[in-house]
């Protein structure tokens, strides 16, 4: 069952997204989801690195320019983020703001949280959990030139 948790992400997302820990993040997925110019949904894999609250309102999303994903966004600026852990199943609901701005071959976007929705199971799957989130390897290193750019890129306050 789904219970809504507001329009802000609840504090420990906030730290999740934060980036404080980001080593330790690093390995692990979120799936987002946009929606393609038929109305369908439009799935693509993120990792922690390239997502990073700004506050308990804004998420800021490094993606490729040229992606998919990137035109759905600007077309019609629908996202789900869908935080998949062992310890918690939430999907964060929100839409891209219209100045995007890009970075070399990335794209910049700035998601407002619109609706933060907690799954956990119903009556009937009592004792029944996620075991564990979607995982990738290997870690890329925090020094390779294209996590600095990703990072710059999600740290800029404004467009260069």
């Given at each position: 069952m789904t219970r809504s948790l507001g329009p802000e992400l609840p504090p420990d997302l906030v730290s999740r997204l934060s980036q404080s820990d980001l080593p330790a993040a690093l390995g692990r997925a979120v799936p987002l989801v946009t929606v393609d110019a038929a109305g369908r949904?439009?799935?693509?894999?993120?990792?922690?690195?390239?997502?990073l609250a700004a506050d308990p309102a804004i998420i800021r999303l490094v993606i490729g320019k040229d992606s998919r994903?990137?035109?759905?966004?600007?077309?019609?600026?629908?996202?789900?983020?869908?935080?998949?852990?062992?310890?918690?199943?939430?999907?964060?609901?929100?839409?891209?703001?219209?100045?995007?701005?890009?970075?070399?071959?990335?794209?910049?976007?700035?998601?407002?949280?619109?609706?933060?929705?907690e799954d956990s199971p119903a009556e009937w799957e009592t004792g029944i959990r996620i075991t564990g989130g979607i995982g990738y390897a290997p870690v890329p290193p925090l020094d390779a030139p294209w996590v600095q750019a990703t990072l710059a890129a999600l740290r800029a306050e404004r467009a260069p």
């Open positions: 949904p439009h799935p693509m894999l993120c990792s922690y690195l390239e997502l994903s990137a035109r759905n966004l600007d077309e019609r600026g629908a996202a789900t983020l869908l935080v998949i852990d062992a310890e918690r199943t939430v999907y964060v609901k929100g839409r891209a703001g219209r100045r995007r701005f890009t970075v070399g071959a990335l794209a910049r976007f700035d998601l407002a949280v619109e609706e933060v929705l």
